[in-house]
């Protein structure tokens, strides 16, 4: 079976500092590693994600992600914040596609990025 | 090109009725998901829809709900005789070829 913990429920930040939100996994086999970010009364948006190949990946709104197979951590970072940041966000693994894909979800991370 | 869309938006029932709700996946695509998002438990996953495969129901919490995708396209949920725990938003996404999925707005059902 696969789990992901999200290691921080919440996490203030000023706006313009660097931010970390991170992400570890468990799984026995391969898996595709997502983040996605959610907006109030929104739905999820996908911001990137790790299906194979380089290990830094990066995505929308100046975000990016490390995948590190030995530490089986995904985390993600945002060398400046912007107050638009704030939202949820969550990490999320899935099996390969011809397994279904479903998604597993970290518990979520809350960004909150102060004046 | 138009994304996923849900129906209701939002939706109040009273316990023990039953609701429907509707998904809209992008067209073409030919997987389509349900997931739960509740304070208590997350996000979960309900149901996955694959092309004309049997579903898989791995994720449904009980027997009171259901799901169906008519004509490959359209999906409905149907959460039978509601209890105040199903209060949650309830999100759809769809997938083509590759491995992301593009979710819904969502509804917010709230059982009273």
């Known amino acids: 079976a696969q789990s992901v913990t999200q290691l921080d429920s919440q996490v203030p930040v000023f706006e313009e500092a660097p931010v970390e939100l991170r992400c570890n996994y468990s799984?026995?086999?391969?898996?595709?590693l997502f983040w996605y970010v959610q907006y109030p009364n929104q739905g999820l948006q996908l911001l990137l994600k790790?299906?194979?190949?380089?290990?830094l990946v990066k995505g929308i709104n100046g975000f990016e992600a490390e995948f590190n197979k030995s530490q089986t951590s995904f985390h993600l970072r945002k060398p400046s914040v912007h107050i638009s940041d704030t939202a949820e966000y969550f990490c999320?693994?899935?099996?390969?596609?011809?397994?279904?894909?479903?998604?597993?979800f970290g518990q979520g991370t809350e960004l909150s990025v102060k004046p | 090109g138009a994304g996923v869309s849900q129906s209701p938006s939002n939706k109040v029932t009273e316990k023990g009725k039953d609701v429907e709700l509707r998904c809209d996946p992008i067209?073409?695509?030919?997987?389509l998901y349900w997931y739960r998002q509740s304070l208590g438990q997350g996000l979960e996953f309900l149901i996955y829809?694959?092309?004309?495969?049997?579903?898989?129901k791995s994720g449904l919490p009980s027997d009171r709900f259901s799901a169906e995708r008519t004509g490959g396209s359209v999906s409905t949920l149907t959460i039978q005789r509601t209890q105040q725990e199903d209060s949650a938003v309830y999100l759809c996404?769809?997938?083509?070829?590759?491995?992301?999925?593009?979710f819904g707005p969502g509804t917010r059902l709230t059982v009273t």
């Open positions: 799984s026995s086999v391969s898996v595709y």
């Open positions: 829809f694959q092309g004309n495969s049997a579903p898989d």
């Open positions: 067209s073409g695509h030919t997987a």
């Open positions: 790790y299906l194979s190949g380089s290990t």
């Open positions: 999320a693994v899935s099996l390969y596609y011809n397994q279904g894909g479903k998604l597993i």
């Open positions: 996404a769809s997938r083509s070829g590759g491995a992301e999925q593009y």
